[in-house]
């Protein structure tokens, strides 16, 4: 137990500064009180989670939604609330340029202004100390014939290839994939292959993250994350929840096995270290936020600790000898077991409340920012 202990004490789980704002769907985006007016704010939410969970010491930044004067200064603010900045997310999907595109666009003045966005991104990178850039590409097509499939891969290439060459020692990128929305046709970073592929072809600093909302309903996820951490090429997770599409919801709330099916793979790969990022990538359209992200690092907490319990020894005997059944009672003994005793004991030996949603609750933080938010720009994806 003390192994699963230590190895649940090194958890690092980077909660993303967009979801301590305002969010919601094309139907409506419903304000709640006490959100964040910038991204120092965003921050002070972001240590909430970190001083109940205890395993939240990153957050990554969203640009421009998080753009400031002084990023070293954001970067210093972070540290003196005991958190550090993440990932530097790019943001090439809302404005009016992107259209047709960013880095795929056939106009070669709009992809030159996508990648010199990526390239500020690393600029960043460097003032706020961050090793990694995340790049989401919502370029697609929505009607067959509306653009060259193939055209729009050497152009993603191409500006992949410089942005990867801007890479400082010790950074890197790592490429999401995403099956539809917006684009409706015909999306240029699709799936977990597509990534793959340019990302094998840059080097090692380009990685692949793995977003749990992206993909096809009745995708084995884990399979995806055994064959990118078999080939070394698992750079992180964006993770969420859906019952039908980018729902973006808690992690493990719609599918708390897939969760564990999920970590089983990394610690089984080899994946549960510092290489890996495991970030959240959530909005809160209608419950609390902070309280949302606590609940959702407990979420990936919990679906940790159980697959670190799995029997490995047994588990491999009963495959070796065919036994199916066996095999997977193994697995299902793990991930019956309430590990809710396990970790309430952990927080305590780790200086922190057993319970981290009911530490939060007492401590008043909420009527606080209540109180003291008013007036000025609530944060959102200010689409
Ligand atoms: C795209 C995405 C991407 C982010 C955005 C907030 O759906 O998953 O990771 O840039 O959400
Ligand atoms: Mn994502």
């Known amino acids: ?20 704002g305002n969010s919601g769907t094309r139907f409506k985006v419903f304000a709640q009180q006490g959100v964040p007016r910038d991204p120092y704010e965003k921050l ?4 909430q989670v970190h001083a109940y969970t205890g395993i939240a010491p990153t957050v990554a930044l969203h640009i421009p939604w998080d ?3 002084d990023y070293a200064d954001l970067a210093r603010h972070a540290r003196d609330l005991g958190v550090a900045i993440g990932a530097i997310n790019s943001n090439v999907f809302q404005d009016d340029d992107y259209k047709l595109g960013s880095v795929t666009h056939p106009d070669a003045r709009v992809r030159r202004k996508a990648t010199d966005h990526l390239l500020e991104c690393v600029d960043i990178m460097d003032a706020t100390g961050s090793d990694t850039l995340k790049l989401w590409f919502s370029d697609g097509i929505n009607y067959p014939g509306q653009d060259d499939l193939r055209a729009r891969q050497d152009r993603l290439a191409e500006s992949l290839a410089e942005v990867y060459d801007r890479l400082g020692e010790g950074q890197r ?6 099956l539809f929305e917006p684009a409706f046709y015909a999306t240029d970073v699709p799936d977990w292959g597509t990534a793959y592929a340019h990302c094998v072809k840059l080097g090692p600093k380009a990685q692949v993250v793995v977003d749990t909302g992206h993909h096809a309903p009745g ?8 064959f990118l951490l078999r080939e070394g090429k698992l750079g992180g997770f964006d993770f969420n929840s859906r019952f039908y599409a980018d729902d973006d919801l808690m992690v493990g709330a719609a599918d708390p096995f897939q969760l564990f099916r999920i970590m089983y793979e990394v610690i089984r790969g080899g994946g549960f270290t510092d290489e890996v990022a495991f970030m959240l ?35 491999s005997a009963a495959q070796s000898a065919g ?12 991930y019956n077991t309430d590990v809710r005793p396990l970790l309430a004991e952990l927080r305590e030996e780790m200086g922190l409340a057993p319970d981290p949603m009911a530490a939060y609750a007492k401590s008043g933080y909420f009527e606080k920012i209540a109180a ?10 200010g689409a």
């Open 1 to 20: 137990m003390t192994d699963i202990k230590a190895a649940l004490r090194a958890q690092r789980i980077e909660t993303p500064s967009w979801a301590y």
């Open 44 to 47: 002070a939410d972001a240590a």
């Open 67 to 69: 753009k400031v004067d």
């Open 173 to 178: 990128f790592l490429l999401e994939y995403k």
């Open 219 to 226: 995708t084995n996820i884990e399979f995806i994350v055994a």
């Open 281 to 315: 990538d959530q909005c809160h359209n209608i419950e609390p936020k902070i309280p949302g992200q606590i609940r959702s690092v407990m979420n990936v907490q919990e679906a940790t600790a159980k697959a670190l319990l799995v029997d490995r020894d047994a588990l």
């Open 323 to 334: 036994d199916v059944l066996g095999a997977n009672a193994v697995l299902m003994d793990a």
């Open 372 to 381: 003291e938010r008013v007036g000025g720009n609530q944060a959102g994806w």
